[in-house]
């Protein structure tokens, strides 16, 4: 590489990017970990894109309509932490980028959305990135849409790597991004053609241009170092209606021994090779020292937005105080006013009438009354929309002529839905739920992980929850599933038992602010058992007494979803014997953990009663706390479930042939008694 | 659609077809379930496949170098059961047809590898199929160049869907099999359309010749319903080097008065509907019903690979001994005699040297000696080898011009990886292991899952199994992934503590037959705690006392992998205050449960111990049971370990601030006393 005629050619742009160049290499040899070779690589295309392009105020890094900037190659985090600290970000002081990658440092080793308010959504596991994306800039077409373009008008940009392309993740964005032309999404490929391995030609041939152009994506190529190409390409792309990627060669750790290597890839922490790369690029900083001038032009650029922040906040000012608050309440996350009256009305009438549908029927029940009062929900499923239940009438099906369509199609993509979801939620304003069934929380997994350690209340719908899905099969029959989504912190997971509790499950998602909700609804019909009406949100104490034991309490039934009503069957098969038994609904495990002791203890007290958990899937989702903790008598408690896959049959035959039924509930308890 | 033409251009064709098209709409009818409208369409394509193209003789479907044919569009199951009845396989007959889908059918909703001889892999999660044949194409590959041409020459043939190429996965598998050029995979593309929301272009846009072709495939676009020209796109497709695509335009439901829309996807199943179809058809059989002369005709296509399959076995015979052996040991999944002396050896060393070493490093350590004498592994790493610790010396790198290669770069694709892994394990004759981090689970989940289902032992090595990650944080600590892994059915988790542990944890998984393993390794050093060498594989027994209170027992400390060793350090302490102290190393829970009680109780006694559970992950990964249950007494037991997401930090202060350190140990245990 010939530096030398980069210099010389654009002597302060290449200054501007060689700023971020020497804070990565000393922010990395501080730390002695982290990725020197991206920042380095991708530093002239991330330099033109703020100076010229981006919409962004440091003094506001969350006003709502800037230009939102999504590093999806997250472990290249001091490109992020360089361009904020050099434009004055408040939060990314010098001391922040000398403690990279230390304990409580708000410079992580991945960019985290809930330490930085500039951090757009939390990076690192590859392809997340560009899929959140998706949903970034579908938020920004409906909410356009919803407001106007004085509102809301602003670009989502992406840098993603060779790692995030090569995740099949990436294609279920490009091809979301393509239907929908999403013409404000624009993806800056480094197209540096290194890998961990080694080149990318060791596991991938594959030509990134006509891949994109297959999706209908408008697709430049151009050399990333070229100031001058770089500006011309962002501004072509910020032209064409379709979405667009911009092939950025790219030479990884640029200037320094590593370069277009491998190694280049990880942390460059040789003292004399950062040493000799730093002469070579004229850069006469010391080690985190950025000259004043060039300190300065960064400044000036990061508050480049700040104009455009004023105007905005002058025509926000103007727009009716409807508007206003409908828009502060949701990026606010604020539940409207008529929400808890809503949710109260229907399960009065629920109580009344009593249906006998299935949850996921019930689901769509609660979707009905609530969409209508809160425009920022936006629904969808992974091709399985008359399966989810999850469209309801008024939401109208967002398309490129009709961008206030709420309802997505997001086509048999569940983890491009369950991202782009993510990226709504991240983007702001917006509240997303989408469905498929729930062994697919397998194919969505690694972004339902990253809700809830991004702190967003993204909502997975997932029907057809146990084996009560019959004759599909164990392919489609979810048994550790609900053990998955519990054992992942700060998630709330909910199997109500009625369409009473799906409305105030769906109450506490569509309520909750930095927790994401699963909903495992069933695919078969379910009594109402809440048939007395509760103003309280029952649900929202994780567990509580359905039936009391008449009598002497002699057992107590612990059970979700489908199989509350299986206890209450057994209930009335043991009371007949004479046996006083408690059933216990326990839609939500960790909201009745989070109770405080005499509350838990009131639903399961101490004493004689022995204890069955009855739940359609394995023990190990949770169950042994309630079983053999929680006060429970050792030996006294048993538990009826699966303890295997389940198999293809009628549902009701699977019920009888792995046990699940209200005569072995009885027979376990006699056994105990 | 105009099924007169079609009838009248190839009669004899249209009623060999037709026979799958009236089993497929009785069979779900019968059912009331299924889905119709696939196999209906890809009946032509299927008849022409297998009556001019698959090398397959019904007599002996498992015979080592048949054709593969995988239904990645798993739902059109009643094609695959069709074939196999119409051509005579033993298991399918008649009665399994008309019990499709019933208890104890063999003719599953999904097809399942496990219930059927002739079922090549467990299909339905949509794009698996497609995924899982780069894996049997590449361990055709190998063993072509293991064996010889004489002994290993087959295809790989694919029916995939839409479904399958919409989902990420997909894109992973045709990026592989681009970059290796795996000329004998085949995928016929079911190009109806149709997606159960609606059409395709609801969701996706993308031109998939122009897709499938920038991976470097050979793409074809023909008439799905005519046999010459599927006849002549196979033969072409068998004759390029390339990977081959053949793009069958055709109409779902063919004939029904459901072709062409979502309905057709789903359960055809009204009478008349169904009436009209067949008249149409001009097929004359009642319901379940075959005439006797295309039922002749479809039981010679049955043996149309007999000479073949004799030919075949008269090349074997003439293989030398050892070729023979070596051959049926590895389709047989018997360990070489040798395995077993090595490990021990391996053990003895290690006992001895006791070197300070990441688990990672050991598990390096043991395939250094384990895969000289296993020439069924395949290695590989989703683009982290010096991380996984996944290559040794003595594989060499599989490549187009290095097929007896067997490592395997897979790029970042951990789900592709996963998959095709499978593939590998369900061609027979091939142990695939194959690495990434811990965390990345969540990507490759859907394989795992696949992998128990399926009863095949691949082997996931998952290294930085905690917070032991350090600065990279949150996003790549698990923390919930041993609980996933443990929660679901068939499959050993294993955690070793040291070199020793490791290495017998390698025996186990590389001797498993029916279950896949999961080693979760540290990146961190450990040290040897296994220092007395003993023959016997204490991980068989999945815990077990690896050191003994000194005095009187008071307490019992259970620990897994890294925590081993913290455990030790926590005996020291509360032993020099005289707490007698036993320290149980838990290195499979799976194992450990399957013992009998007697021995579950030599370890885990009754009595007054008080017990603490220790391990960098969240308790939810099953501990209640061995510290509430398994004779623990109420109240006296605790855990140390992860309550939350992780950080970014150095490793050592991350243990630190989490607590999981041998003084919290020993405060814990002192505060239960």
Redesign the interface.
């Known amino acids: 590489m010939d530096i030398a005629a980069l210099r010389e050619k654009n002597p302060d742009h290449w200054m501007k990017s060689t700023a971020i160049r020497a804070l990565t290499l000393d922010g990395v040899a501080g730390?002695n970990?982290?990725h020197s070779g991206m920042p380095m690589g991708m530093a002239d295309v991330a330099t033109v894109l703020f100076e010229k392009h981006m919409k962004f105020d440091v003094a506001a890094p969350n006003w709502p309509d800037r230009d939102r900037f999504i590093l999806s190659a997250?472990?290249g985090s001091m490109l992020i932490y360089s361009l904020l600290y050099l434009m004055g970000d408040a939060q990314v002081t010098l001391e922040q980028i000398k403690n990279f990658?230390?304990?409580?440092?708000l410079t992580?080793?991945?960019p985290?959305n809930f330490l930085l308010d500039a951090v757009e959504t939390?990076?690192?596991?590859?392809?997340q990135g560009i899929a959140n994306a998706v949903g970034f800039a579908m938020a920004e077409e409906i909410q356009r849409a919803q407001y106007g373009r004085k509102i809301v008008d602003h670009k989502t940009y992406v840098i993603a790597g060779?790692?995030?392309l090569?995740?099949?993740?990436?294609?279920?964005a490009?091809?979301?991004a393509?239907?929908h032309s999403l013409g404000n999404l624009i993806v800056l490929w480094d197209n540096n053609n290194i890998?961990?391995?080694?080149t990318v030609?060791?596991?991938?041939?594959?030509?990134?241009v006509?891949?994109f152009?297959?999706?209908?994506w408008h697709v430049q190529e151009i050399d990333g170092h070229d100031p001058e190409a770089i500006d011309a390409a962002i501004e072509a792309a910020k032209k064409t209606k379709k979405p667009s990627m911009i092939a950025c060669k790219t030479h990884i750790a640029i200037g320094h021994a590593a370069q277009d290597t491998s190694k280049g890839h990880g942390a460059l922490t040789d003292a004399e090779q950062l040493a000799a790369a730093k002469e070579l690029y004229g850069w006469t900083g010391g080690a985190y020292e950025v000259p004043a001038d060039i300190k300065a032009q960064w400044e000036a650029i990061g508050t480049r937005g700040a104009a455009d922040r004023e105007a905005w906040e002058g025509r926000f000012a103007e727009a009716s105080k409807q508007k206003q608050d409908r828009f502060n309440r949701a990026y606010a996350l604020d539940a409207p006013k008529k929400l808890s009256a809503t949710v109260k009305a229907l399960k009065k009438q629920i109580s009344e009438e009593q249906p006998s549908v299935a949850t996921r029927k019930s689901s769509e029940m609660a979707l009905a009354a609530i969409n209508p009062i809160m425009p920022e929900t936006v629904g969808g499923?992974a091709?399985?929309?008359?399966?989810n239940n999850t469209k309801t009438g008024d939401l109208g099906v967002f398309d490129t002529d009709n961008r206030k369509g709420r309802y997505i199609?997001?086509?048999?993509?569940e983890?491009?839905m369950a991202a782009a979801m993510n990226g709504m939620a991240l983007h702001g304003g917006m509240r997303p739920y989408g469905g498929t069934f729930f062994?697919?929380t397998?194919?969505a997994?690694?972004s339902m992980?990253?809700a809830?350690?991004s702190k967003i209340p993204t909502v997975f719908v997932m029907t057809h929850d146990s084996i009560g899905v019959?004759?599909?099969?164990?392919?489609?029959q979810p048994?550790?599933h609900l053990?998955?989504c519990?054992?992942?912190?700060?998630t709330y997971v909910f199997r109500p038992a009625d369409s009473v509790e799906t409305a105030e499950a769906w109450e506490i998602a569509l309520t909750a602010k930095e927790t994401p909700s699963v909903l495992a609804l069933t695919r078969q019909n379910l009594p109402t058992l809440r048939t007395e009406h509760k103003l309280a949100n029952l649900t929202e104490k994780g567990a509580y007494v359905l039936a009391e034991a008449e009598g002497k309490r002699q057992a107590i039934l612990i059970a979700t979803g489908s199989e509350v009503a299986t206890a209450m069957e057994a209930k009335k098969l043991l009371e007949a014997e004479g046996i006083g038994t408690r059933v216990v609904s326990m839609p939500c495990m960790e909201l009745f953990a989070a109770q405080d002791e005499a509350y838990r203890r009131k639903v399961l007290p101490a004493g004689a009663a022995v204890r069955v958990g009855i739940e359609a899937a394995?023990r190990?989702?949770?169950w042994?706390?309630w079983l053999?903790?929680e006060r429970?008598?050792?030996g006294k408690s048993d538990f009826v479930g699966m303890?295997?896959?389940g198999?293809?049959?009628?549902a009701g035959?699977?019920f009888e042939?792995f046990g699940i039924t209200a005569a072995n509930v009885a027979d376990k308890v006699k056994a105990l008694l």
């Open positions: 730390a970990s982290g997250g472990h990658r230390q304990m409580g440092a992580a080793g991945h985290e939390t990076t690192g596991p590859l392809g060779d790692g995030c090569m995740e099949g993740l990436s294609q279920e490009i091809g979301l393509g239907r890998t961990i391995d080694g030609e060791l596991s991938d041939r594959t030509d990134q006509k891949r152009k297959a999706s209908g499923s091709d399985l929309t008359g399966s199609y997001w086509g048999i993509r983890h491009g062994c697919f397998d194919y997994r690694p992980r990253l809830a350690l019959g004759e599909d099969g164990p392919t489609h048994v550790e053990a998955i519990r054992a992942t912190p700060n394995v190990a989702g949770g042994d706390q053999l903790g429970a008598r050792a303890a295997s896959f198999a293809s049959a009628p035959e699977l042939k």
